[in-house]
DNA sequence: TATGAATGAGCATTCATTCAT
DNA sequence: CATGAATGAATGCTCATTCAT
């Protein structure tokens, strides 16, 4: 009757969902959400754009999803930071050395979540954004508070400084776009943003 | 005929087209290339879309003189402040005032020269910026430099001291477009990168 | 400023959309909704596909009021025609005449209503027929109960009456589709199934 | 190897080919050709859509198919009345409380012929339809000239009378899909458009 | 100039059809 | 036989651009 089992599709499916949201971070990074054709995506991922749409049901659902999971991935990494054992500052240090070092690898991770912020992109995807947003900035917060405490980090506003620290990594990532060769600068000069 | 009415005529047609350039500025840097509409942005300049067309041949026109204004103004600033008496860091402190006073102001000029990286924007235009770019870096490059031999600036590689400099900068322009509100960190905050 | 007047556009807007409908007419009522290409319909009103969109947002409501404009016709002539002088049957002749001249000159009013009722058409359009054709039937069924008082009508359920007379004027008016030469039925054919 | 076991494949088929053809009625006749789609026919019969393919090579087979068997239902019915005993009133009545009563059971068996009247359906699977029309309209006019020798069918043109006849029932099937629950005029009614 | 009607290239999306499993 | 993933032609709709007025 059934040539494949029901759990070979799901395995199939899986593997080609992950790989259309690989490609479709590729070039909804480079282009931003109007710029970018459906047809793009699908010849990045080398399938027919038809297949798209088994899915992703339309470009703006894998637009929310491929924000989702490089939002998601940042919003891990804080967590995980803040988790781990050490000082506060280590922890720091930790954070500005993954953020830095995956933008080297992937900086569409880090793109992405600029461009949802135009208004290229739906009110809904960037309500999804907002929320994870929060939960990293509160996160990250925290660090910095516990790195006040500790006397390792600046005094002043701590909301002003983490807003400082992400924007900081921000515009390093689109720095990436313009001149991919560009040295980054070293972790400590990134760091100096909060050091005490 | 009559040689003063066409100066009048002429000044009508600069004034129109500062104001389509402002209009454009809006609509470009809150929605991108792609996304903005040319009859988003005549309703922005409260003119017909057909009458854009007399100002700027096409679209991409429209967005390159965008840009260069933009672009223009930022060397502009960079350049005067270079040749600004005082110390190397006096000047640095003044640039960074400066633009983060700009960025509250009149956000949409960085929030350009972010969204003309992406590949939304045709090679042609990101050329342009390209070229004004490499004189807004070189010049404070220059100053960076300087700050080094009088011992204010951090050593280091210069040339990654300024992406940083600059990095953060339109990091801080495009969090003004998720939180308008959010408090800019204070300037000393942002010259701690460079601070020796 | 304004070389035409705000006037002169809306007149020929009204004459533009009246054409449209009068196209989307014939179209839809040979080919059905789904059938139907907006490029069709432009072509038959000899305009461009992208004007269509200029005068009706959708394929959806383009057909909604080419449903409307028919079925309102329909309406008014039976109200009309029911307020006439005369005895009640005098009334059911002029009705069902007028309905079979109409139907010969443009079967197309006739024929949408028929498409309209497949679910081909979406619920929101089957339902703004389905009002209007309450209004029908309900004049109809009015002037039959008339008929029937005045003992020229043949007693019975005059709902069904009423269902009979509308299905032998549709299901002529579909036969008007597959042989357009075919002689109509005399009006004395048809109305003997009212007699008494 | 075993003819059996060929024989009762071919039964199996059969019947589902049968049951295909009946799930194509039910959707080709509420949305008609162009808005019904082989997942929707495939879904009312319960299996895969690619396993429609292995019944009818094309959609339009198919719907040629279901269009086919409704045609010859209703001609070897008006064939098969045609050849009854009894006068030829008794035969008109017995074949219209037949076409009503299979209305009632099955409407998508008339509603099938409608569908194919529009321009939806393509050349070819019209011709199909006429071609079988003509037996049931020659039938029905032998028929009907049969009652007017007899006297007991009024006089006049019998093709006018046939399409007339044919219409009502039409009519009447359409009815069914806008108000399923109307009563039908009782046959008595539908006669009079013959009764002498 | 200034307007908005008009055009058509371009892109998102659907769905008939094919085919590996 | 049966399934559903895969393809691509077709079509709705958008919007840059042109142009009559």
Chains 1, 2, 3, 4 share one sequence.
Not at 4 to 26: G, H, N, T, W
Not at 100 to 115: F, K, N
Request: glycine letters at 6%; one cysteine or more.
């Amino acid at each position: 009757m059934c040539p494949r089992s029901a759990e070979q599709f799901e395995q199939i499916k899986d593997e080609r969902r992950r790989a259309l949201l690989r490609a479709a971070r590729v070039v909804f990074s480079r282009k931003g959400f109007a710029a970018a054709k459906i047809a793009d995506v699908a010849a990045q991922a080398g399938i027919s754009h038809g297949l798209v749409y088994h899915y992703y049901p339309e470009k703006e659902s894998l637009f929310a999803a491929t924000i989702e999971a490089s939002a998601e991935g940042w919003a891990a990494l804080v967590a995980s930071v803040r988790a781990q054992a050490g000082t506060p500052w280590d922890r720091l240090v930790s954070l500005c050395g993954q953020m830095i070092a995956g933008m080297r690898e992937e900086p569409e991770h880090l793109l992405m979540t600029v461009h949802v912020y135009s208004e290229d992109a739906s009110p809904g995807v960037r309500d999804v954004l907002r929320r994870i947003r929060q939960q990293v900035l509160g996160d990250l917060e925290v660090m910095i508070q516990d790195g006040q405490r500790a006397g390792q980090v600046a005094p002043g506003d701590p909301a002003a400084l983490t807003r400082a620290l992400i924007a900081i990594v921000q515009g390093l990532a689109i720095n990436r776009l313009v001149e991919p060769e560009a040295a980054l600068p070293p972790l400590d000069v990134v760091l100096r943003i909060l050091r005490a």
